[in-house]
């Protein structure tokens, strides 16, 4: 017999933000030997100022969860080694501090430094003229730049679940979306979660064309060791 705690902790349509939250054995039990702990921050000062990050620790493995960069995954760490990488980009950079035009089309690589982060959701690849259709159907030439933008989009909705039960799992849920008038409507749904005492995480991303006509989608998994 399992259940499932639910904390929301952004939800643009109820005007929803918590600021910070912190779980662990003390305060919600899971009869579990595990040192676990999922912890909400906020980021201060510098590009990034306003970054919202959760931390998600299964008692031997790591990582942290940024919903304000398109729930790409930060860093890890597994059995005091590091999951990630040493990106000249130091900081978590907010996007709106990114300009992704900026250098023909390069703007993308001054907020890279995600150990895991998507790229799309409606264009992936190096930056230049691609044709496109609306979704009236005409075609028209657009520039795009590298890796589309779903990694700058600050997530709409984000809850924390605790599924306690044989495993228990820790699970990170978000939506993302990608869209303008008359141009994509496109949304990201994805389910970031692990068990207690594992050594793996798990990702379940759904993406939804909004639009009433087919759209197209491409879709990267960066990840960078």
Not at 39 to 51: D, E, H, R, V, Y
Not at 149 to 176: D, S
Request: hydrophobic letters at 35%; aromatic letters at 8%.
């Amino acid at each position: 017999m399992s259940s499932t705690f639910q904390q929301v902790i952004t939800d643009v349509e109820r005007h929803l933000w918590i600021d910070s939250l912190e779980l662990n054995e003390q305060n919600l039990s899971t009869n579990s030997s595990s040192t676990w702990g999922i912890n909400k921050s906020t980021l201060q000062a510098g590009l990034q100022q306003g970054i919202d990050l959760i931390e998600v620790n299964n008692g031997d493995f790591s990582f942290t969860v940024v919903p304000t960069r398109g729930m790409g995954i930060w860093r890890g760490a597994y059995s005091g080694k590091s999951l990630g990488w040493d990106s000249p980009v130091k900081d978590l950079v907010h996007p709106s501090f990114m300009e992704l035009n900026d250098r023909g089309g390069l703007g993308w690589l001054k907020g890279f430094n995600e150990w895991i982060v998507r790229c799309g959701l409606s264009s992936n690849g190096a930056p230049g003229n691609d044709v496109i259709v609306d979704n009236n159907g005409n075609k028209a030439e657009v520039f795009l730049p590298l890796h589309g933008k779903i990694a700058n989009i600050p997530a709409r909705f984000v809850e924390v679940q605790v599924e306690v039960g044989t495993p228990t799992i820790l699970r990170i849920r978000g939506i993302v979306e990608e869209t303008m008038l008359f141009g994509p409507a496109l949304r990201l749904t994805t389910e970031i979660s692990t068990e207690l005492g594992s050594n793996k995480l798990t990702i379940v991303d759904e993406v939804t064309n909004l639009n009433t006509t087919p759209e197209e989608i491409e879709m990267l998994y960066h990840c960078n060791y």
